[in-house]
């Protein structure tokens, strides 16, 4: 089976970059997917295909990906990005999400 | 814009089937896939399963034996059924329409909170 591994939880000074990671293995031959869900909020796609960001979504939200390893970084953390974050990728025709990372803006 | 909509009972008995209606509005159903996700209270995200218009599916293979979704292009519409549920299919179930890879989610239903309880 095909597991995606996140961080359960990232703490970031306002204004301070945040890095989650994402680790599967084979992750490196697919393409990653993040998203942000805020309380009580449907999930929001924030990256795409590793390193795209769809309209409206923040430039201080990247991707990126290394060996079996996929980062979201949020650069400049606002309150406002306080939530949780999803990993997501697929394989064998299964879509698979991470655990999840809540990110605190302390 | 397009916008999806979930609809269907709050709470279903222990042991019956879940069944669940995404509307479709702003765009035509007959592209891209169509997938359901649920989410168990306080937990994270599960990819259900998706439906394309030609009646193509895939399951996520921990609950194939139990799910089925389908088509109705004339009301642009989909379904999911779940059938013999327990308490562990509590939750938000959403509809979501797939990206350039049917993988990929960037249009998401508000969610549906499903409760099974007797």
């Known amino acids: 089976s095909f597991f995606l591994t996140q961080p359960p939880s990232v703490s970031v000074s306002p204004g301070q970059t945040a890095t989650i990671t994402c680790s599967g293995d084979?992750?490196?031959?697919?393409?990653a997917s993040w998203y942000q869900q805020k309380p009580g909020q449907s999930p929001v796609m924030v990256i795409y295909?590793?390193?795209k960001r769809p309209s409206g979504i923040p430039e201080r939200f990247s991707g990126s990906s290394s060996g079996n390893t996929a980062t979201l970084t949020i650069g400049g953390t606002q309150t406002m990005d306080e939530a949780d974050y999803y990993c997501?990728?697929?394989?064998?025709?299964?879509?698979?999400f991470g655990g999840g990372t809540k990110v605190t803006v302390l | 814009q397009v916008q999806l909509r979930e609809s269907g009972p709050g709470l279903v008995r222990p042991s019956e089937t879940l069944s669940l209606t995404c509307t479709v509005s702003?765009?035509?159903?007959?592209?891209?896939?169509w997938s359901w996700v649920r989410q168990p209270p306080g937990k994270g995200l599960e990819w259900i399963g998706y439906?394309?218009?030609?009646?193509?599916?895939k399951y996520n293979p921990s609950l194939k034996t139990r799910v089925t979704t389908s088509f109705d292009s004339s009301k642009n519409q989909f379904s999911l059924d779940l059938m013999s549920v327990t308490t562990a299919d509590t939750a938000v179930y959403y509809c979501?329409?797939?990206?350039?890879?049917?993988?990929?989610?960037?249009?998401w239903g508000q969610g549906a909170l499903v409760t099974v309880s007797s």
């Open positions: 979501v329409r797939g990206g350039q890879f049917w993988w990929e989610f960037p249009y």
């Open positions: 702003g765009g035509s159903i007959n592209i891209f896939y």
């Open positions: 439906v394309y218009h030609n009646g193509n599916t």
């Open positions: 084979g992750l490196g031959d697919k393409y």
């Open positions: 295909q590793d390193t």
């Open positions: 997501q990728s697929w394989d064998s025709d299964t879509v698979v």
